[in-house]
């Protein structure tokens, strides 16, 4: 069955769901339609008894440039609790489908971008990947994603991406722990590989095993998205902060905006 909108393109072939990110003019920017069209295309997948793995790729040179912040604060300048919420429930929705989901990484990986690519089990990205977790910069905080983010780094590593905003190649986010394989040979034959041996595990102990490890967590992640979309909503409330972000996205320079004059001594 194939499925294509403007969102996302879905096809199921042979046992695989392929979902496609497919707005790269807008760098596949996570609006709500691309969110709902990726959460559909998703759950399809789930409720298909023939697939038994998801990929997400994306076309263009982006892979993710994170939120669409216009439209998460389309409603007079003020941010849109719901629209906040069916981006946790899609990243929740990958992180706990009981088919094995592979992230194919290629180009710019950026804020909320990161936290999809790491809701996903197996993520395999090309040299040119490069994943920036950018919210400081605009005056936002990392809330909706440090839940997903925190399953593959250690506070540490996930405090470092966030307060630096520093973007980082494919071979050091492997180091992190974000990255599982770095493509060196063309990311089709290094899927290809990864599919073979899925399709020789059982999908029962697959499913088994995601839902034994979520139970290995402390906090589950319910209870994490929960305080994520409340300390996000919290954070956003406050009228500076959102003044702040629309003065960024309407293309000028924040009140926090300043260059460093001083000399570096070391």
């Not at 295309?41 to 982006?62: F, L, P």
């Not at 990392?142 to 925190?150: R, T, V, Y």
């Not at 034959?189 to 073979?196: A, S």
Request: glycine share 6%; with cysteine.
């Amino acid at each position: 069955m194939e499925l294509t909108s403007k969102a996302v393109e879905y096809q199921l072939d042979s046992g695989v769901a392929w979902i496609k990110l497919a707005s790269p003019r807008s760098g596949n920017a996570l609006n709500a339609t691309l969110i709902s069209q990726l959460s559909r295309a998703i759950q399809e997948a789930i409720n298909d008894e023939s697939c038994r793995v998801i990929t997400i790729s994306a076309m263009g040179s982006d892979f993710c440039k994170g939120l669409d912040l216009e439209e998460a604060f389309a409603k007079g300048g003020l941010p849109d609790q719901e629209f906040f919420k069916i981006l946790v429930d899609c990243l929740t929705l990958i992180h706990s489908s009981s088919r094995p989901v592979i992230a194919c990484v290629e180009g710019n990986v950026i804020a909320g971008g990161v936290g999809l690519v790491a809701a996903c089990d197996i993520v395999l990205a090309s040299n040119n990947a490069v994943f920036m977790v950018s919210e400081v910069i605009v005056g936002m905080i990392p809330a909706m994603i440090a839940p997903f983010l925190l399953r593959r780094l250690t506070p540490a590593r996930l405090r470092y991406m966030a307060l630096s905003s520093r973007g980082i190649s494919a071979p050091e986010a492997q180091i992190f722990g974000l990255v599982d394989e770095v493509v060196t040979e063309g990311t089709s034959k290094t899927l290809n590989r990864q599919l073979q041996r899925l399709f020789c595990s059982s999908p029962h102990a697959i499913a088994q095993s995601k839902q034994y490890f979520e139970q290995l967590h402390s906090v589950d992640l319910h209870q994490q998205t929960e305080l994520a979309l409340n300390e996000q909503m919290s954070w956003l409330k406050q009228p500076e902060v959102t003044e702040g972000i629309r003065t960024f996205t309407e293309g000028f320079s924040p009140p926090w905006f300043q260059k460093y004059k001083g000399q570096t001594h070391v």
